[in-house]
């Protein structure tokens, strides 16, 4: 489903990446852990050309992304086909990011009727639907000003979903809550995961890694240090970086 | 030794600080005003009664009418090309950026005066425009049509346009400034649901924009307001300032009607600002909501 090869990318002089290679299976769910400033994050967000990156290909649904490949030689892709791809790829913030002008119910619909060809009516049929699967279906009419951060992040997973995306991202997902929140927006997304997603999260929630990840891949300064099976790892780091990251967070 | 404190069940009643000075200023401007004031009500130059005479004249309200028209049109001019300027210099596209600096470089960087008299002088200047290739025929078809400006084309319309134009370079500003308040984040939220450069700036990052923006364009409003007085350089005289001037012209008696225009240009600013006073006060309660939501 997601196939990232040799990715490198840097600002400036500065290597974020450094030859990054992962592979996510349909249905499965990767977890990105490491330290900030390890580049999961910029990781995430070049699967989904937020980012360009400087060398390597990523695939997604056995489509390059960002780019053509014909002739042994790559082309820019058009904004629009570059939106198109993204259609395919939801993605949820550390901050929510939800439209502060739009209610809940909005913030649903806004994509799938502006960017999809989807009628108003069935818009909000979904977005109705979308928001109950959430525990939101209460608060359709609500801004985001008048939720929670738990609640927030709930409609912004809603949104992605509304797009019916083959993949979905999450960017620390958590991290900005109060942790009595938290444990909300992480059911959420083992419903998700249950349901037969595809995600790749990068996530500090050792015990989501554990319980519903797939794969586990340990990030540090631009490099993956470790990956396997997330109980594996959690309870027997084989590198020391690992060990002394997991130490720090468990 | 045991400290004594007493009983703190009943409210504090404090004897409040007292501010001397600030009773002396006050005291000592308020006579300053009543002198000036009981100066002015006697000063000849002032001429009370040619004041009253003309207050209410046909011509000094029809001027008022007209600065309203003409601050109204050329903000509309101004905001909306304001707005088609600012998001065009956030464009991806080089050209329409280039577009949007060089036009904000020149309308900011020569006065509104000076280009009010060429405005007047336009259509002098450039009788006809001729679109297409000069000076190629093909046997007798001519490649390219003229457009005739027309010598009478209504002072009124030129000088709608000078001053919208102005603004707009100011106002393109302005909206620069709304659309960089808004958080990045908006941006990448859109992009990532597929949103084209385009929808996003339409659907998430201007409506956004556009709140931002309402109190400072509420105070470009109250300055065009006074700013019309300047379309006499065109020459627009049917405006208040204009009037005021015509009047002056025959009664050979300056002050009073200027003290006339006066009167009519803060009573109509002080509407405008009472409106966004109330407007600022609106958006300032959202705001406030927000945080009490965002603590509790």
Redesign the interface.
């Known amino acids: 489903m997601v196939v990232v090869k040799d990715v490198h990318k840097n600002y400036g002089s500065h290597e974020v990446l450094k030859g990054i290679s992962l592979e996510v299976n349909r249905g499965e769910v990767m977890v990105l852990v490491g330290p900030s400033g390890s580049g999961k994050s910029t990781m995430l967000r070049c699967i ?1 050309h ?1 980012e360009k990156i400087n060398s390597g290909r990523i695939y997604v649904d056995n489509q390059l992304i960002g780019y053509r490949e014909a002739h042994g030689k790559l082309y820019e892709l058009k ?2 086909e570059a ?2 791809q ?2 395919g ?3 949820v ?1 550390q ?1 929510f ?5 739009m209610t809940a119910l909005e913030n649903v619909t ?2 799938p009727t ?3 060809k989807v009628s108003k009516e069935e818009a909000i049929q979904t977005g109705k639907e979308l928001l109950n699967r959430v525990g939101l279906g209460n608060k359709l009419e609500h801004y985001p ?2 939720l929670s951060g738990g609640q927030q992040q709930r409609v ?1 997973i809603a ?2 979903l509304a ?1 019916k995306p083959k993949l979905m991202l999450f960017d620390e997902p958590t991290s900005a809550l109060d942790p009595e929140l938290v444990g909300e927006v992480l059911d959420v997304m083992k419903e998700l995961a249950a349901s037969g997603m595809t995600m790749v999260v990068v996530t500090h929630e050792m015990g989501f890694a554990r319980e519903v990840g797939d794969h586990l891949v340990f990030m540090d300064q631009g490099v993956v240090v470790e990956s396997g099976n997330p109980a594996e790892i959690l309870a027997n780091p084989k590198e020391e970086r690992t060990k002394s990251f997991l130490a720090k967070v468990l | 030794m045991e400290l004594m404190v007493p009983s703190t069940k009943e409210s504090i009643k404090a004897v409040p600080l007292r501010h001397p000075f600030r009773w002396a200023a006050a005291v000592f401007l308020f006579v300053l005003a009543i002198a000036f004031i009981y100066d002015a009500a006697h000063r000849k130059a002032y001429d009370w009664p040619t004041y009253r005479k003309y207050f209410f004249d046909s011509r000094i309200l029809a001027g008022a009418v007209v600065t309203i028209e003409l601050t109204i049109l050329s903000m509309v001019i101004g905001v909306v090309l304001g707005v088609a300027l600012a998001v065009m210099r956030r464009s991806p596209n080089p050209i329409f950026r280039a577009i949007s600096v060089v036009y904000i470089w020149f309308f900011r960087g020569t006065p509104v005066y000076v280009q009010l008299v060429f405005w007047g002088l336009s259509t002098t200047i450039y009788s006809s425009i001729f679109l297409g290739i000069p000076d190629i025929h093909f046997g007798k078809i001519f490649l390219g049509y003229h457009f005739p400006l027309s010598q009478n084309t209504p002072i009124f319309f030129l000088a709608m346009l000078g001053l919208g134009l102005n603004e707009a370079a100011y106002m393109a500003e302005i909206v620069r400034a709304g659309l960089l308040a808004v958080d990045r984040g908006q941006e990448e939220a859109a992009m990532s649901l597929g949103f084209g450069w385009w929808q996003t700036m339409r659907k998430i990052v201007i409506p956004q924009a556009l709140r931002i923006i309402i109190p400072p364009t509420g105070n470009e409003s109250i300055s065009m307001l006074k700013t019309t007085s300047l379309v006499t350089a065109l020459p627009l005289v049917t405006d208040l300032y204009g009037h005021a001037r015509d009047i002056e012209s025959v009664t050979y008696d300056p002050v009073p009607i200027l003290l006339i225009a006066c009167t009519y240009y803060i009573l109509m600013t002080s509407v405008m600002m009472v409106g966004q006073y109330f407007m600022e006060k609106r958006l300032s309660k959202g705001h406030q909501e927000l945080k009490v939501v965002a603590v509790g």
Not at chain 1, 97 to 101: C, D, T, Y
């Open positions: 989904n937020l904004p629009s939106s198109e993204r259609t790829i939801g993605m913030f901050k990011n939800l439209f502060p002008h806004v994509a502006s960017v999809g000003a008048h912004a949104r992605a797009m």
